[in-house]
């Protein structure tokens, strides 16, 4: 017999296919998608416009740099700006060279990304020659095969200045046409650290920050705009409902106006009413969207920390899940810390300072909460509590492989006397 439970997914397919609809284009949504307009960027997209103009007409535009906070449309504009630029060239059109320093991130891969995208073919081994021999083959392959223009758009610029070696290529990249006869160049640097310039070279900020444009954060009103125009192309028609988008800009504008942001959330709620076979986007799947991105963000997070960050975490899971009722101060936590890096292979012991700093800055990312309390005779005291649910962390520490031994390890320290009697005596005095 059958069970009739069983998933069928010939029907899930055939009701999924007959079910409403929420999505259009859901690609629209997608970060790499450059939409017809891009509403709040006009003073930019001019401004990059007028400095890259002189192409039309062979000339070589200024280096420029582009800055502002993370999602608030700097790598758009310039890909907008470049795909417009070329429907306008009839010949000669310009090369665009697109190099994302976080991934193409030393100077032998940059020059030899370069050199590839123009050969097409010749391609350069990913390591193994010389960098002045790279060099003079790109200089001898710009001036044969481009002849005209070509741009380098360096997108997350900074990543290179935290270097020496990188600070180079970009003072090199900048002066390339110092050495060209045909072709000629132009760089556009692209960072969302806003210091940045203050780290460049003087000899690499005076060609490169002669023109630089600034990218402010979106405000609520700026981001409902754009997401209106994002969801008309997305969403069939009458699928979102009214408060749906003006309550998501309201929170990515909470979160410091990220562009980027605010159109994930909205992906993310279609996704959610999409999976439910729901007729339409409510406030709702906004919430539980928010709820699910947060939720990721934790994870990345925790995933990212140092080692020596996820062993004081720890520590205080640990403490969270065999004595619920304890209160945590810092000095438990070192405590049991120690123990653990005698349990955890490849951890050094640091010092009870260093591991303070640790619990500050997990406060600082809203996994902890602390409290630092006068308590009379035991002096200033920091009481610590897990502010993320305790089952989540447990996940995240299962799939870590140096943890997964340590989870179920319970602290010696927690069944000493002399702490157990403090901690009554601080559970009376809170
Ligand atoms: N004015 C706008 N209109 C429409 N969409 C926008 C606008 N600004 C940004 N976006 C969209 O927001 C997302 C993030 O933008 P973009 O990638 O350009 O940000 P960024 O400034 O380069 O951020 P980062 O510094 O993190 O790289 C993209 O999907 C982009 O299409
Ligand atoms: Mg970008």
Redesign the pocket.
């Known amino acids: 017999m059958k069970n009739p439970k069983e998933f069928n997914i010939d029907k899930f397919y055939e009701k999924y296919r007959s079910g409403p609809k929420i999505f259009k284009k859901r690609d629209a949504l ?6 017809d ?5 006009d003073a930019q997209i001019q401004k990059v416009a007028e400095l890259t103009a002189c192409t039309l007409l062979g000339d070589t535009p200024p280096s420029l740099l582009c800055y ?10 310039i890909r907008y700006v470049s795909q417009k630029l070329e429907q306008q060239c009839t010949e000669d059109k310009p090369w665009w060279i697109y190099i994302n320093c976080s991934v193409v991130s030393t100077p032998y891969r940059i020059l030899a990304h370069i050199y590839n995208r123009i050969s097409g073919s010749e391609k350069i081994p990913p390591t193994g020659l010389p960098k002045d021999i790279i060099f003079k083959k790109l200089l001898g392959i710009l001036d044969q095969k481009v002849q005209s223009i070509c741009f380098l758009v360096l ?2 610029i900074d990543m290179l200045t935290e270097k020496k070696k990188g600070t180079e290529i970009l003072y090199d990249l900048t002066r390339l046409n110092e050495n060209l006869d045909y072709c000629k160049t132009s760089v556009i640097g ?3 650290k806003l210091k940045f310039k203050d780290y460049l070279d003087p000899r690499v900020l005076s060609s490169l920050g002669q023109e630089h444009i600034v ?1 402010p954060s ?1 405000n609520a009103d ?1 981001l409902r705009d ?1 997401l209106n ?2 969801a008309k192309i997305a969403f069939h028609e009458g699928v979102i409902k009214d408060d749906v988008i003006p309550l998501c800009a309201a929170l990515a504008a909470k979160e410091h106006g ?3 942001k ?2 994930q959330l909205l992906r993310k709620a279609g996704e959610l009413a999409a999976r439910a076979q729901n007729k339409s986007v409510t406030h709702k799947h906004i919430d539980d969207a928010q709820n699910d991105l947060e939720e990721d963000h934790i994870v990345e997070y925790i995933k990212g920390l140092p080692l020596q960050a996820q062993v004081v975490l720890t520590a205080i899971f640990l403490i969270s899940k065999f004595s619920p009722d304890h209160i945590i101060t810092s000095g438990d936590i070192y405590g049991i810390y120690s123990e653990l890096t005698q349990k955890i292979p490849g951890v050094r012991r640091l010092t009870e300072r260093r591991i303070s700093d640790y619990i500050n800055e997990l406060d600082l990312a809203g996994i902890i909460l602390t409290n630092l309390k006068s308590m009379g005779h035991y002096g200033r005291t920091k009481f610590i509590k897990l502010d993320i649910d305790l089952e989540l962390l447990e996940n995240i520490f299962m799939e870590i492989d140096k943890f997964q031994n340590v989870l179920n390890y319970k602290p010696v320290l927690l069944q000493l006397d002399k702490v157990k009697i403090k901690n009554n005596i601080f559970k009376k005095l809170i």
């Open positions: 997608e970060p790499s998608f450059i939409p307009e891009l509403p709040h960027r502002g906070p993370t999602g608030t449309g700097k790598t758009a504009t997108d997350e692209i960072s969302n990218y979106y700026e754009i125009e994002r990220d562009a980027r605010a159109l």
